[in-house]
């Protein structure tokens, strides 16, 4: 069932539903603990609703995402679990959220005085987790406006105009199982946990680790772990963990056409590329606008009929070029062509594309555009 922005996909981007639940249960597994599973971003670009809805089946414990406007979403999609948003404006309606009953993470007295506001209009309780800056310097509670935020808190709390749901911190070197900057940033969030049960206020999940800490880190764990990327099968650190992880996604196409190219032509944008000898092309409808990066002009690798052909010239905003050699390999007009996949058949990978183009995998699946269309199997949803 593609969820397509147009009729005229050329590309698909499968997503393997059972893979992604395979995962929450990896993740569940190694950390020992429930899973707050997240899924901004749509879903790091699979699909917020159809992955939610899979993980929510599977027991995710909840589901996290950066804006409200994406919690809310999730909700008019029918999802009843816990949800909470943790990135905010000025702007951001915490009306709309405390509606859906979304849970927001507060980053600063501004911000808990917003939802505070929202919620006496509305004449409701908002449900809040407090989100702690423990050292990552980016979100979250800062330390010299601690005191006050308590305190701050402490009366909201007292008048019922939130719940606290959760405590959260988010690590800076999560990737990095030794550092101690993990330890010092768990330590903080210990104490401000303390630090508000003091003040009467006692939340029911506390939460610290992103994938890469869910993944080496299990003592600090605390009541869920909070992975994204580890739920869509990718390991971002893959020298200190072989945990079993999937990745879900599989991009394909079709061979659009095939030609013959002599010797001394150059191939594509300001011909960086010269064929070395005759050979036979395919042109392989996706570029940079679907998601392809440009930086990966030559160094492409794709699969058709299960073999390696190499991208040649530039990568263009909707193509780009690969050299069949000179007896074509057999290769016709709609052929499919695996662009990155599981890599369990030795086949191209996200991680792949990433490390050629000095980037991590988030940034591959996340920029898979919208004329790509999104592809289920493996599930319910
Ligand atoms: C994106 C995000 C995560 C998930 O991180 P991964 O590295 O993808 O596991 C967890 N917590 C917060 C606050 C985030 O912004």
Redesign the pocket.
């Known amino acids: 069932m593609p969820v397509s922005t147009g009729t005229t996909a050329l590309g698909t981007a499968t997503v393997d539903l059972a893979a992604i639940a395979h995962n929450l249960r990896v993740l569940s597994d190694v950390a020992g603990v429930g899973v707050l599973a ?1 899924v ?1 971003a749509g879903g ?1 670009g699979h699909g917020a609703l159809p992955v939610a809805r899979t993980l929510v089946d599977a027991g995710a414990v909840g589901l ?1 995402v ?1 804006h409200v406007g994406e919690a809310v979403a999730l909700r008019e999609g029918g999802i009843a679990a816990p949800v909470t948003a ?2 905010h404006t000025p702007d951001t309606d915490f009306e709309s959220a405390i509606a859906a009953d979304v849970d927001v993470a507060v980053s600063s007295s501004r911000q808990l005085d917003a939802v505070v506001a929202a919620a006496a209009r509305r004449g409701e309780t908002a449900s809040v987790t407090v ?1 702690v800056d423990t050292g990552m310097n980016r ?1 979250g509670v800062a330390a010299p406006e601690w005191p006050a935020f308590v305190e701050a808190f402490g009366r909201a709390h007292a008048a019922g105009a939130v719940r606290l749901h959760g405590a ?1 911190a ?1 690590l800076a070197c ?1 990737d990095e199982p030794e550092n101690p900057a993990n330890d010092e940033q768990a330590a903080g969030l210990r104490a401000a946990v303390d630090d508000l049960r003091r003040i009467g206020a006692q939340p029911e999940l506390v939460h610290l680790a ?3 800490a ?1 993944l080496t880190r299990p003592d600090l764990a605390f009541d869920a772990v ?6 869509y099968g990718l390991n ?1 650190v893959p020298r200190h963990s072989t945990a079993d992880l999937i990745p879900a996604m599989t991009l394909r196409t079709q061979v659009s056409l095939v030609k013959q190219v002599s010797a001394g032509s150059g191939i594509s944008y300001g011909h960086t590329y010269r064929a070395p000898a005759d050979t036979v092309v395919a042109v392989i409808p996706v570029g940079y606008a679907d998601g392809v990066p440009r930086l990966l002009s030559g160094r492409l690798r794709v699969r058709i009929n299960g073999r390696d052909f190499t991208g040649v010239g530039r990568i263009c905003m909707d193509q780009f070029v690969v050299d069949l050699g000179p007896d074509g390999g057999g290769v016709v007009e709609g052929d499919e062509v695996t662009l990155f996949g599981t890599g369990a058949d030795g086949g191209p990978t996200a991680r792949e594309w990433a490390d050629l183009t000095d980037t991590i995998d ?1 940034e591959i699946v996340t920029g898979i555009g919208p004329r790509i269309a999104r592809v289920y199997t493996g599930g319910g949803a």
Request: net charge positive.
């Open positions: 997240v901004k790091y996290g950066a943790w990135l989100k979100g959260m988010h999560g992103n994938t890469p869910a909070r992975p994204g990327i580890g739920v971002p988030y």
